[in-house]
């Protein structure tokens, strides 16, 4: 019997010295020849492209594997992606799509949890990441993609407009108050794009206009008016989505209504064709030179930095800053305004994030590729502008403080380089920032609201109209997966108790 | 003997009838049941059995369906009609002896050959309004509309334009296929009592172009009943949904929403809407012939 015991006590410690040498042997970092013959397949949209092109050759050549790339649209990628899951097919191993569908993809099962691997493989320097971005990587706690993409937006002003004395003075005469640099408020970006709208005020020719946004249908505008939506009906740590409670939507109280109404505004006041203006127009027109004010991710700050590549006029002359506030605020728990300064970051998209499908038959191989994709050091290539304008923004730690690199390798001017860096951080930092609407159906749930904003900005319909059509939709929508069930899930997305 | 033969027989049809059950039938069946459930592809729960409650809401709750509807049946109607009068004049003087005629007949059919999605593309790029040829020209003339993509009033007809450039060729070359095939006895008989070019055409021609055209158009309205390319490729169904045909609303429940359920019950709402224009269609041409 002790003899029995004693084997098997010995084979037990065998057994456990095994494993720990064998997950010593197992790393993040991709090995030489360790993939030859096999290959993996990425699924990412333009211009995501950029950093798996890059990074494809040296990988190929030091693992022996081969990356195959397809490229699609973004208004194609959920099509794509879901029709690959719903059918079985596996035909993408490494799926490169927005946080923001986290309800849908997470929540949905189709992707594989990277506990496993990470346990495994390890991370590189998971504690570089942002929390916020962390954040955005976790389905109920378990993190289910790789970090690759910070994502807000910021207010870009043109400095040589703006911090003009003579403009200034005048605006004053016209409005009776000095504006902030940038505008705090967006009752001050309203009268300032009003200011700055229609004449040639940097006397090369060609009129000017106040603002510059992206407003085109299914190009991602949506993120335009939740922008606005954040300062007029959510309040820091409180989201304007839904009622906690209830599960019954607050896109018709009046801040949303509010929120409408000022981008019909700002709509009035941008270029004529703003309704054709999706992320690339609004960025190749804003750093060719053709308005005072934009809203964007950070891509205009990379694409800024080079006239050659991306014709931009602007370099140098950009000033950044995070989201304007408002000076009220509709508080849904008391059905009232709350009259005084709000302003609260927005977390827009909340960032491109890679995830192995389920249906996967390389994941430890998609793993390795997305881990030498995201090292710390091959990242900051991605963000800082060095391969050009890829669609990633800042999301390590170390990304905000290299400002040397980024002046090097991404030929930022220091300045510049500070000023954004310094903006995406304060936003990125922010504990109270808000997130994406992050449960089932977030895909279905902003299309609706897409799809009625652009009736706002046609004027086809009034603000009033075009909320209470949100409302309605996203009343049905919610009956369709299920009220409890999104109740529960909304409440754990903002981090409430279940009721 | 007989046996044999009708063994044989039967063996021969098999693997007709089999693909035809495998492609055909069994699909059709399949939407049609999912057609009555609520499928939610997306969140990984499989589809439970509404009844016609998809059918239901469509007809009573859905405003988005008959925007999209709305906009098709016009599109239909003013695209196929421009086609017809076109492509008949087009055929009707390229059937005339004149110089350079074959060159004609072949520049006329090069917009049809392109794929939609790329006629969709070019367009798109053309009417662009920073960057586009049409607003430059405008422009040029002291003509400022900005947007006629992205403004709701003139985007539909933008839409019809496009189509009515890439298939009038259709008409016109059925039409102009048809017209080489008149005995021209008929014409110098025409010509011997003295008919105009106008009584020519108006009393023997055109009756004879009849049956073509009853063909042409049920073609060309069933074909663009289906509108999708052209909405995908330049409007995306924008600004708002002005410009959102029932093919394009179907596919985006379909493929963006991944409801399922419901996108069988628009697809088969779709089906009998064609099928009873056709029939309209065919029945008023007939009584006209």
Redesign the interface.
Known sequence: MKKALFVTLVLLLLFTLSSFVFAAGKTWESQKGEYAGKSITVLVTDPHTMVVQAWKPSWEELTGGKVDIVVVPYASLYDKMMTDFITDTGAYDLICWPSSWSGDIMGGGWVLSLKPFMDDYGYPNWDDVVPAQKNNLMWAGVVYALPYDGDCHLIYYRKDALENKEYQAKFKAKYGYDYNLPPKTWEEVIDVAEFFNNWDWNNDGKNEYGIDFIAQRKTQAQWTLLDIVMQYAAQPGVAPYFNPDTMEPLVNNPGWVEAVTVITKLAKLAPPGILGYGYSENRQAFVSGNAAMSIDWGDIGVMEQSEKEYGSKVKGKLGYGPLPGAKKTFNFKDNKWIEGYNQVNFLDFGGWIYSISKFSKNPEMAYKFGTFMTTPEHSLLDVDGAHGYTGANPWRFSQYKEIAKWVTDGGWGEESAKGYLGAIEKIMSDAKAMSDLRIPGGAEYYDYMDLHLADALAGKATPQDVCDAVYKEWQKITDSYGRDKQLKLYRESLGLPAK | MAMIKKGTGIAFLVPGLAFLLIMGIFPLIWSLTLAFS?W?????VGKTFVGLDNFINIITDDP?FWNSLRFTVLYVMVVVLLELVLGLMLAYILTEKMRFRNFFRILFLLPMAAPAIGVAFIWRMLL???AGIVSKIMAAFSI?I??L????STAPYMLMIIDVWEWTPFMFMGLLAAMQAFPPELYDAAAVDGASGWKTFWYITLPLLQPIIITLSLLRVIDSFKLFEIVFGV????????TESLSFYTY?VG?????LGYACALSWVFLVIILAISNVVLNRFRKEA
């Open positions: 609520k939610k592809a997306a969140t990984g988005r662009n309004p920073e400022n900005p947007g993509l992205t403004n709701a409007t995306s169904g924008g600004p708002g949904s002005s985006t493929f963006s929403y991944f409801n």
